[in-house]
């Protein structure tokens, strides 16, 4: 999987730590020169480190964004991190590079629970104390 500025994750956040939810979901859509429309979302996580419990968010940029589905949630909990299906990877032939989905619960990485998505690439924008001003 391919994350454009993932180092800003590893330089910030150094030792173990775990998603708790997702705060945060901004869903842009613009035309492009072609007047095509491209989406855009982004995912803001809680985290927390597990030693010193002190939390801090993430925000993570998805580019080209098709086929977001949300089902009806007050919240967002996550077990882990997104799922990614790289779709290169794979074999398949898509417009889309990556499939994004949360776990369905099960385990089995096919199934979503709260939010799927296509996206063509991926971006860390933002890594900060969580209640940072």
């Not at 994750?9 to 613009?30: A, C, F, H, M, S």
């Not at 993570?60 to 007050?74: E, G, N, P």
């Amino acid at each position: 999987m391919h994350l454009k500025n993932k180092e800003l994750i590893t330089q910030r956040l150094d030792g173990v730590w775990v998603y708790e939810r997702i705060v945060k979901i901004e869903y842009n859509v613009e035309n492009d020169v072609e007047d095509n429309y491209i989406g855009t979302l982004d995912l803001t996580f809680h985290i927390t480190f597990i030693e010193t419990k002190e939390p801090f968010k993430i925000r993570i940029r998805y580019y080209h964004v098709d086929d977001l589905t949300i089902r009806k949630a007050t919240t967002f909990p996550l077990s882990r991190d997104l799922i990614v299906h790289d779709m290169k990877e794979q074999g398949l032939v898509s417009s889309q590079r990556y499939h994004v989905h949360d776990d369905s619960g099960y385990g089995e990485n096919d199934g979503f629970e709260f939010i799927e998505f296509y996206c063509t690439s991926m971006e860390v924008i933002l890594v900060e104390e969580f209640y940072e001003i």
